[in-house]
């Protein structure tokens, strides 16, 4: 099952780049043996239209265009806490009941268009705060080696 994210928003090169590429990078190498590929991530353009409500549709029909089929999973303040167990599990289920592929959503500064949230199979939070692309990305990065170190028994992983 590809993993991929859709993220408006373009990160400079630096530090915050690197923390992403080195765990997305850990992430494709102990994922493989589990049957998840890719973890690729694709930036988007922020949109310069006038509006908040027009900046956000604009860059929903580009993530919707940048997605691949399956499962999409939206990142919002407003979505569901999950643990990171609960996470490794819900993405272990998709993989094995033979979804293609997962893509994650981090909208922009205005966030992501209501309609997309709406359409999204998973909203989660990790925070009701507001947290800037450049971090969530590297959350989500985190989270998704977390996740292949936990559906592999990896002691990465230190739950209870």
């Given at each position: 099952m590809r993993m991929f994210i859709a993220a408006v928003g373009r990160m400079k090169n630096g530090p915050e780049r690197e923390l992403v590429a080195r765990y997305l990078d850990r992430a494709a190498g102990s994922g493989k043996p589990l049957a998840l590929t890719g973890f690729d991530v694709t930036e988007l353009s922020e949109s310069?239209?006038?509006?908040?409500?027009?900046?956000?549709?604009?860059?929903?029909r580009a993530i919707r265009a940048a997605l691949p089929d399956g499962i999409v999973v939206a990142l919002d303040e407003r979505g569901k806490a999950?643990?990171?167990?609960?996470?490794?599990?819900?993405?272990?289920?998709?993989?094995?009941?033979?979804?293609?592929?997962?893509?994650?959503?981090?909208?922009?500064?205005d966030g992501i268009d209501p309609d997309l949230v709406k359409s999204a199979d998973?909203?989660?939070?990790?925070?009701?705060?507001?947290?800037?692309?450049?971090?969530?990305?590297?959350?989500?990065?985190?989270?998704?080696?977390?996740?292949?170190?936990?559906?592999?028994?990896h002691p990465y992983h230190r739950g209870d």
């Open positions: 310069r239209a006038g509006s908040a409500a027009s900046r956000k549709a604009e860059e929903a999950l643990t990171s167990e609960a996470l490794a599990s819900q993405i272990g289920r998709w993989r094995d009941d033979g979804r293609p592929a997962v893509g994650f959503v981090i909208g922009g500064a998973l909203v989660v939070s990790f925070s009701p705060m507001v947290w800037p692309h450049q971090l969530v990305r590297i959350m989500l990065a985190e989270q998704l080696y977390r996740t292949t170190t936990i559906l592999s028994g």
